[in-house]
DNA sequence: GAGCATTTGTCCGTATGTATT
DNA sequence: CAATACATACGGACAAATGCT
């Protein structure tokens, strides 16, 4: 098979952004039209196709910018630490604390904490900045019956795994995980500035108190796929092995 | 911000195929362009809309079809079952064995498998069908030590677990696995017939004899994230929380 | 197998809108 | 306000894959 004009440009302009630091501005549409000979609309298709591997990031009106992705690791092994993920990637970690509010539990949190529903309860809500970039939202849940009163703790240390530990007295570990690609709501459409109806990372997480065993806090993040790449370990020790069901397939 | 004219195409188009049945074939671009009185090329973005919505499937020749994802969730408390799974959701399983091979193990799976580096082994490369679609294709490794032979019993039985069960005389369970969103290798492009560089599932998997705690089995399969969503469940029992190491950020 | 209509893929040139700098 | 850059849109053309006759 003959590969495509576009296809052919986006692959030398694929081999050169290799070299480049994120962040770094890409040619503009029309300077590669110029550049390959071809109409606006075969370099916009080369520059879309970098755009569909992840390798650039577009803005209208501002141009295009060559895209990094984060590598973070949910690891049953391993505690999560946004912003040292962040950091060893090379890369400027900031979290915006959007909201901050008193509610009663949702039905599902509610069961994931283990806790009755409309349970009075702290939602926070946090927006995740990767080099000033927009990536990542958040909503956690933390019964009132841990923490009291959480506002302004929240704005004065961003890091909600401290508030837990100092105001809490617990400490928390990531106990339940669960990661999809899905399609996100509206709601979160809007905070993540993305495109309504395009499927993004989710995490759902819940954490427990190590000495007591007890839910302390559960969220919900959702993360644009162009920013990180979320991987997942799962590994269950020899001895547990018996505990699971049993199926004949593969 | 005003929506612009494909975008209002694209969310009409989708409300109609919410009614359809997977498989269904939708309006041609020419059609869809006549209907709206927009030019082919306006048409053609609000497919491509859908596309990126992974609500169709577009084949050049044949048309654009409605897409259905099955969900295949991973998770430490049940067995795999790819076959049952997809039928549970309704839809036609099938796989296709496309090599079977005696071979030396590579360093990464040697390593997980606990063996040597070149210890004698059998590979397996593998199809896997949604509806008569592509969808998947696996390597799985299976040290000689497991099975002496393979080739036949492949060919007459598709469940890989059943012969390692019925020849190797073992029960295997997942006791390792990581999942991640990736670039596959040119090989992994031809095998599942899907564009160069453009990201797909990946998930890497190691199953033990329950018995002796032996590695018997390894794999790497990859799917195309239209044909499937992937979720993965990961769970710390309260017991075993101490064993995790310990940061201070979220 | 050959021929044909259909359908998506690629590409051209041009024009206007809209966001950013 | 002006220049730049991406977003959307038009109309036309041919290529390539598919499915049917």
């Known amino acids: 098979?003959?590969?495509?004009?576009?296809?052919?440009?986006?692959?030398?302009?694929?081999?050169?952004?290799?070299?480049?630091?994120?962040?770094?501005?890409?040619?503009?549409?029309?300077?590669?039209?110029?550049?390959?000979?071809?109409?606006?609309?075969?370099?916009?298709?080369?520059?879309?196709?970098?755009?569909?591997?992840?390798?650039?990031?577009?803005?209208?009106?501002?141009?295009?910018?060559?895209?990094?992705?984060?590598?973070?690791?949910?690891s049953q092994r391993k505690a999560p630490s946004w912003h040292r993920t962040v950091r060893e990637a090379g890369a400027r970690p900031r979290s915006v604390v959007r909201e901050v509010s008193p509610c009663e539990l949702p039905a599902e949190q509610a069961s994931l904490l283990e806790r009755s529903e409309f349970a009075r309860a702290h939602r926070l809500v946090r927006q995740y900045y990767v080099d000033g970039l927009l990536t990542s939202v958040s909503k956690e849940w933390i019964p009132a019956d841990v923490v009291a009163d959480i506002d302004l703790a929240v704005h004065a240390e961003e890091s909600v795994d401290t508030i837990l530990r100092q105001m809490g007295r617990v400490c928390p570990v990531r106990a339940w995980c669960r990661v999809s690609y899905s399609i996100p709501d509206a709601e979160t459409?809007?905070?993540?500035?993305?495109?309504?109806?395009?499927?993004?990372?989710?995490?759902?997480?819940?954490?427990?108190?190590?000495?007591?065993?007890?839910?302390?806090?559960?969220?919900?993040?959702?993360?644009?796929?162009?920013?990180?790449?979320?991987?997942?370990?799962?590994?269950?020790?020899?001895e547990n092995l018996e505990e699971r069901e049993e199926t004949h397939e593969s």
């Not at 694929?14 to 503009?28: D, F, H, M, N, R």
Request: glycine letters at 6%; a positive charge; aromatic letters at 4%.
């Open 189 to 238: 459409v809007r905070a993540l500035e993305t495109e309504p109806h395009r499927p993004v990372w989710l995490v759902e997480s819940m954490s427990r108190d190590t000495a007591s065993g007890r839910p302390v806090m559960c969220s919900t993040t959702w993360s644009l796929p162009e920013s990180s790449r979320i991987v997942v370990e799962l590994e269950t020790s020899p």
């Open 1 to 74: 098979m003959v590969r495509s004009r576009y296809g052919q440009i986006a692959d030398t302009l694929a081999a050169e952004l290799g070299e480049l630091e994120p962040g770094t501005k890409v040619a503009s549409e029309h300077s590669i039209a110029t550049r390959f000979g071809v109409s606006r609309a075969a370099a916009r298709a080369a520059v879309q196709e970098l755009e569909g591997r992840l390798l650039v990031r577009r803005v209208r009106g501002a141009g295009t910018f060559v895209n990094r992705r984060i590598d973070y690791v949910i």
